[in-house]
C-alpha cells in the first residue's frame, strides 16, 4: 500500500473534477455531435454556448421532482442514486499517475468489475420501480445486456492481468513500460471496448433506452434532479470506462515529456471523445442482433484470446 | 476499530436477511439480500481476504441476484402477489422453523460456551477439499458437470428457434 495516497485533498480534488468535467461533457457531446452532423449544437449561452451547462443545471433543479403514484417509491427514488455512487466509488482504484490517486488495492481490476456489475440494479430498479411497461421493457432489457456484457468483459481483460501478472491496476501500468498491452492483446482490447460499451448502456448499444421502441426505456418517468442523476451518472460512466481502457490498455500515466497527470488526462480525454463519436457515428443494433453477437462471437474470440496469451505467457520449460 | 467495524457490519448482515425473509413484496426482499451480500462482502474484506470479498459482490451481488431479479421483474407480479404472500406468511407459519433455528442456535452457544472445543471431525483446509474432489471422488463432479451440461443441453432445446418449413399447428 502507498501512504501518498488517499489524502483529503486528494480525494476531494478528483471527486471535484470528475463531477464537473462530466457536468461539462453534457455540452461537448451536443456540440461535438452536431458538429458531426453539420449543425451548430448550443451555441447562444456564454462563449460558444460555454454556459448551456449551468442553464440546464438551473432548469433542471426547477423542474417538478414528480413521482408517479403508481410507483414503487422507496425503490423509485434509490434507483437513480445507485448509478452514481457506484461509479463514483471506481474512480478509487484508477491510478492516475505516481502518488495521485485515491487507493492503492491488490484487487483493483476485480474492484471495478464489482462495481460496474452493481450499477446495473440502477437501470433494472428504475425500470421495475417505474410501474410502466416501456421502463419494465428497458429494464429487462439492461439486465440481459449487462449480465451477458459482464462475462465478455472479464474474459477479456484476463489477457492483460496474465501478461501483467497482477489485478493491482498500478501495477498493470508499470509492467506497460516496455509497451502498450494493446498490441499484445489487441483482440482483448476490441472486446472490452465493445463490452464496456454495452455495459454502460451508451449509444449505438443504448438498448434499454431506445428512444424509438421504448419513448426512453428505464428512465421515461423520471424527471427533475432524478433524471438528471441518471444523465450526470451516464457522463461519469463514460469518464470512467475511458480511464480504465487507457490504463489497461493504452500504458495509463507513461510517456515521454509531459508529466505523467497531463499524459494520463489527456488519454482519457481522447477515449471520451471515442466514446461520443461512436454514439454519433454508429447505427444501434437489434436486441437479438446484439445478444446473438455477444455470445456467438465474443465470448468464443474471448476465450480464444485467452488460451492462446496463456499458452505464449507461459514460462518455457 | 476493526472489531467495531465487522460486529456492525455483521448486525447489518443479519438484520437485512431477516428482512429478507419476512417482506412480501419479492422484489423488497431481493434489495435486503443484495445487501446481506454485500455486507458478507465488507466481513471478508475485513478479514483480509479481499479476492473472496470481490468475488462475493461480482457473483453474487453483480451476477446471481441480478438474474433474480430479471425472473422476478418478467413475471411481473403486482398487488396480488403481495396479497397472497400475506396469506401464506401468517405467524403461525413461523413456529416450526423458528423451533428448529432455535435448537441450532443452542447447539452453537453451547459450543462457544466450551471455547469451540467440541470434539469434532478433523479440520478440512480448502486444499484438501480440491484434492479430495479432483481424486477419489473425481467420478462425482464428473456427474455434477454432466448434470449441468444435461440442464444446459434442455435450455438450449427449448429455446431453439422453429423451423419455418413446419405447419403451424405441429409447432411446439
Known amino acids: ?317 | 476499530m476493526a472489531l467495531i467495524l465487522f460486529y456492525l457490519t455483521s448486525a447489518v448482515a443479519v438484520f437485512a436477511t431477516v428482512m429478507m425473509l419476512t417482506r412480501l413484496n419479492a422484489v423488497h426482499g431481493l434489495l435486503y439480500l443484495i445487501l446481506s451480500l454485500l455486507a458478507v462482502g465488507v466481513i471478508f474484506f475485513l478479514m483480509g481476504a479481499y479476492f473472496a470479498a470481490v468475488l462475493e459482490v461480482i457473483i453474487y451481488a453483480g451476477a446471481i441476484m441480478v438474474l433474480f431479479v430479471f425472473v422476478i421483474m418478467m413475471l411481473n407480479q403486482g398487488q396480488t402477489t403481495t396479497a397472497q404472500e400475506r396469506v401464506w406468511l401468517e405467524p403461525g407459519i413461523w413456529l416450526g422453523p423458528s423451533f428448529l433455528a432455535l435448537i441450532l442456535l443452542v447447539e452453537l452457544v453451547v459450543i462457544i460456551a466450551h471455547g469451540g472445543h467440541i470434539e469434532t471431525g478433523q479440520v478440512v483446509s480448502a486444499k484438501q477439499v480440491g484434492i479430495a474432489l479432483f481424486g477419489p471422488y473425481l467420478i462425482a463432479v464428473e456427474l455434477a458437470s454432466i448434470l449441468l451440461l444435461a440442464g444446459l443441453v434442455g435450455a438450449y432445446h427449448l429455446g431453439r428457434p422453429i423451423p419455418k418449413t413446419l405447419p403451424p399447428e405441429s409447432r411446439p
Open chain 1, 1 to 317: 500500500m502507498n501512504d501518498e495516497l488517499g489524502e483529503a485533498p486528494d480525494i476531494a480534488g478528483i471527486l471535484i473534477a470528475v463531477i464537473a468535467v462530466a457536468a461539462l461533457l453534457i455540452w461537448v457531446e451536443r456540440r461535438l455531435l452536431a458538429f458531426w452532423q453539420d449543425r451548430l449544437g448550443p451555441n447562444r449561452v456564454g462563449p460558444l454556448g460555454l454556459m448551456q451547462v449551468v442553464a440546464d443545471m438551473i432548469k433542471m433543479f426547477f423542474k417538478e421532482d414528480w413521482i408517479p403514484p403508481f410507483a414503487d417509491k422507496p425503490i423509485f427514488v434509490i434507483a437513480p442514486t445507485i448509478v452514481f455512487i457506484t461509479a463514483l466509488a471506481a474512480f478509487a482504484v484508477i491510478p492516475f499517475a505516481p502518488g495521485v490517486g485515491i487507493i492503492d488495492f491488490n484487487f483493483g481490476l476485480l474492484y471495478f468489475l464489482a462495481l460496474s456489475s452493481l450499477s446495473v440494479y440502477s437501470i433494472v430498479l428504475a425500470g421495475y420501480a417505474s410501474n410502466n411497461k416501456y421502463s419494465l421493457l428497458g429494464g429487462l432489457r439492461a439486465a440481459a445486456q449487462t449480465v451477458s456484457y459482464e462475462v465478455f468483459m472479464g474474459i477479456s481483460i484476463m489477457g492483460v492481468v496474465m501478461l501483467a501478472g497482477t489485478f493491482d491496476l498500478r501495477e498493470i501500468v508499470e509492467a506497460q513500460r516496455g509497451g502498450w498491452f494493446i498490441v499484445p492483446q489487441f483482440v482483448g482490447f476490441v472486446i472490452f471496448l465493445i463490452a464496456i460499451v454495452a455495459e454502460s448502456r451508451r449509444g449505438p448499444l443504448d438498448l434499454p433506452e431506445a428512444e424509438q421502441e421504448l419513448v426512453a426505456g428505464f428512465h421515461t418517468e423520471y424527471s427533475g434532479m432524478k433524471f438528471g442523476m441518471f444523465f450526470v451518472g451516464e457522463y461519469v460512466a463514460i469518464i470512467l470506462s475511458s480511464a480504465i481502457i487507457v490504463t489497461l490498455f493504452f500504458g495509463g500515466w507513461l510517456g515521454p515529456w509531459l508529466p505523467p497527470l497531463a499524459w494520463f488526462c489527456l488519454k482519457t480525454g481522447i477515449g471520451v471523445l471515442f466514446f461520443i463519436l461512436i454514439r454519433g457515428a454508429l447505427p444501434r443494433p437489434r436486441y437479438d442482433q446484439l445478444m446473438a453477437f455477444g455470445w456467438k462471437i465474443l465470448l468464443p474470440a474471448g476465450l480464444l484470446n485467452l488460451v492462446i496469451t496463456g499458452a505464449l505467457a507461459l514460462p518455457p520449460g
